[in-house]
């Protein structure tokens, strides 16, 4: 049985950094597709980064150069280090997974992944 738990989560001021990190059960990361997704309250979910099974990876245009996505295969654990945060920036976060080959262009989309985690929430005062 696959499954994600998210943690690191917190509440910072803006400009502050927090490193997110979600640990896998039930498979290897080097199989899967990866990807960290966040959802504000009346928003709907959106792609953050994410990284695909060669290693290549993707950002949102509003998190690139602050957020980098790594994972480390013995660990089996993803991470999502976030810098320079903003208020724009709370949201619930979640990361997710799937064994199939996702195209580069479907990365980001929520629809493309199969498993999921609980959430961590993240909150950026101004």
């Known amino acids: 049985q696959v499954q994600l738990e998210e943690s690191g989560g917190g509440s910072v001021e803006a400009g502050g950094s927090l490193r997110l990190s979600c640990a896998a059960s039930?498979?290897?990361?080097?199989?899967?597709?990866m990807g960290w997704f966040r959802q504000a309250p009346g928003k709907e979910r959106e792609g953050v980064a994410a990284?695909?099974?060669?290693?290549?990876?993707r950002y949102a245009d509003s998190v690139e150069g602050r957020f980098t996505i790594t994972r480390d295969l013995a660990k089996n654990t993803l991470y999502l280090q976030m810098n320079s945060l903003k208020p724009e920036d709370t949201a619930m976060y979640y990361c997710?997974?799937?064994?199939?080959?996702?195209?580069?262009?479907?990365?980001?989309?929520?629809?493309?992944?199969?498993?999921w985690g609980q959430g961590t929430q993240v909150t950026v005062s101004s």
């Open positions: 997710a997974g799937d064994s199939r080959v996702i195209p580069k262009w479907s990365l980001l989309g929520p629809r493309s992944y199969n498993y």
């Open positions: 039930g498979y290897r990361y080097s199989s899967y597709c």
């Open positions: 990284i695909a099974r060669d290693g290549t990876t």
